[in-house]
């Protein structure tokens, strides 16, 4: 190999990397949100990711362009949250244990229904932007691309809301003190609920905005909650936004470099190491101060 | 302005306040005394809303508040600072200051300058991590942020435990200051019978999660609880 090739190849990876870390970061924020915000471990947050693609696969097929079928697809989702929180989460956000158990039952039916209204078919969705941009020689999918600037965006976005206005004082004031954000005047039951369906839209614009990158089945989006927990685990519950992305890149990156040089096999498996690895050494998080 | 009536509050199957029945006037200052674990913080959360009534009633201003949950009472006029602080400590001082002037909702005038005028250390720390001050400090965080939604009444669960006797002193006289200014009524839980004595004289003891004792300073002074207490 001559130094241009192997440049190229650090290049292709890091390009690669560089997508694929942005992505999974969008599957992982809802999740993180979600545990990081109001503690719950939200086991159905791959099925809510399938149902987001699913809807935007029944709303194209309706007719819909694909903007409003995204839009439709984060809405329905959202709805789905609101409805399970309203039933069930919210009798037991105190009980982690519990609410582990109730969404990973959420989990099963959720994938049920969705088999039951979609059938088991493989569906896929033609990418809305075919072209590839040309960079350095690269040839980057347009999709691709945007899903990444707008999970970039997104976390950018998070970011504002968390740390500069009055809705993240609440919310920070609520993860630091619940008894005390509630003396206050905060309707913290209102919180949580508002917290949990954003994790539930959330789930649901990743598995639209993924879903043309992706064949659709009922059960896509379990790789997406493990790879999510992984992610959310690595980048640890306090650091939300940078340990998510993090997470992103630890994961993601190892599963591209891991992948460039044997099967997709061994870099899950490897994936799974690492976090155990994490998990055995630093339970709350690599990135995680103190 | 404030009362309970055979209020009965606990914890789970624990029953820990077996039927009080209290009252505070409007700028009145009431301190509320007893030893470690008599029940004290059971009845401010029994007051406040955190904990939920098993029996009796709670007004405020005539208001059958009983049933409300405790963000509504919160609104209504009711505020509380938590024993050991209840400050947010990764908030700026300023952030927590908000804090209290926001959870309520509502478009309240916010009372930074004069919040500033009680506790010019505050002024002096507004862009600081709130965690990263001294205990007194903090106390002063806390009163300062329970003032930011215009309360009706606050209720002090042990301010000065834990701080230095020079803050505690100071942080007596501000809450005199703020009663005597505002007509603020004030219900003080302590174990510092000299700071409840120099804010006033109307206390009420508590043992095992009832009154025991009643009346002004003179009235309770030889009662065996008194004495217990004066003796440390
Ligand atoms: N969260 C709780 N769960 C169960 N019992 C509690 C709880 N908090 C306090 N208690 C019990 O209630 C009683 C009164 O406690 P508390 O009101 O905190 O007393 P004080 O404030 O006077 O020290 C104690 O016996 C204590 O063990
Ligand atoms: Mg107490």
């Known amino acids: 190999m001559t130094h241009e090739t192997v440049f190229h190849a650090i290049l292709s990876l890091a390009i690669q990397g560089t997508l694929i870390t942005f992505v999974y970061a969008l599957a992982a924020l809802g999740l993180a949100v979600v545990f990081g915000l109001i503690g719950v471990i939200n086991m159905a947050h791959g099925a809510m990711i399938t149902l987001g693609a699913y809807f935007t696969w029944a709303c194209l097929s309706a007719g819909l362009p694909f903007g409003l079928a995204v839009l439709v697809a984060v809405a329905g989702v959202g709805l789905v949250g609101l409805i399970v929180e309203h039933a069930l989460i919210r009798h037991f956000y105190d009980k982690p244990f519990e609410t582990l158990l109730l969404t990973w039952g959420l989990f099963l039916i959720l994938t049920e229904l969705i088999k039951i209204a979609f059938g088991s078919d493989i569906r896929t969705i033609p990418t809305p932007l075919p072209s590839a941009i040309a960079f350095l020689g690269f040839h980057i999918p347009e999709y691709e691309a945007l899903v990444a600037l707008l999970s970039a965006a997104l976390l950018g976005a998070i970011g504002l809301v968390f740390y500069k206005t009055s809705y993240g004082i609440k919310i920070r004031a609520l993860t630091q003190n619940r008894e005390v954000a509630g003396l206050l005047g905060l309707n913290v039951a209102a919180t949580y609920k508002i917290v949990f369906v954003a994790g539930a839209m959330l789930a649901g614009l990743a598995g639209a905005l993924m879903s043309p990158i992706l064949s659709i089945d009922p059960t896509i989006g379990n790789i997406y909650l493990v790879r999510s927990f992984f992610v959310v685990i690595v980048g640890g519950i306090g650091q939300l936004l940078g340990g998510t992305l993090a997470g992103s890149f630890l994961i993601g990156g190892s599963q591209t470099i891991f992948g460039a040089f044997s099967s997709q096999v061994i870099a899950q498996t490897i994936v799974f190491a690492l976090a155990i690895v994490v998990l055995r050494f630093r339970p709350t998080g690599v990135f995680k101060e103190k | ?232």
């Open chain 2, 1 to 232: 302005m404030l009362s309970a009536t055979g209020l009965h509050v606990g914890y789970g199957a624990i029953e820990v306040i077996h039927g009080i029945d209290f009252k505070v006037e409007t700028g009145e200052i009431v301190g509320l005394l007893g030893r470690n674990g008599m029940g004290k913080t059971t009845l401010i959360r029994g007051l406040n809303g955190s904990l939920p009534a098993r029996s009796g009633r709670v007004v405020l201003d005539g208001e059958d508040i009983t049933h409300l949950p405790m963000h509504l009472r919160s609104r209504r006029g009711i505020a509380t600072i938590v024993q050991g602080r209840g400050i947010f400590p990764k908030l700026t001082v300023w952030e927590n200051l908000e804090m209290g002037r926001i959870a309520g909702g509502g478009q309240k005038v916010s009372r930074l300058d004069e919040v500033i005028g009680y506790f010019p250390r505050l002024g002096e720390r507004l862009k600081q991590l709130a965690g990263s001050m001294s205990g007194g400090e903090q106390q002063m965080l806390a009163i300062g942020r329970s003032l930011m939604s215009h309360p009706k009444v606050l209720l002090l669960d042990e301010p000065s435990d834990g701080i230095m006797p020079i803050l505690v002193q100071q942080i007596a006289k501000i809450l005199a200051e703020i009663n005597r200014r505002e007509k603020m009524t004030i219900v003080i839980v302590e174990q510092n019978v000299p700071m409840v004595f120099s804010l006033t004289s109307h206390c009420i003891i508590l043992e095992k999660g009832r009154i025991v004792a009643e009346g002004n300073r003179d009235d309770i002074a030889d009662s065996e609880i008194m004495k217990e207490y004066l003796a440390l």
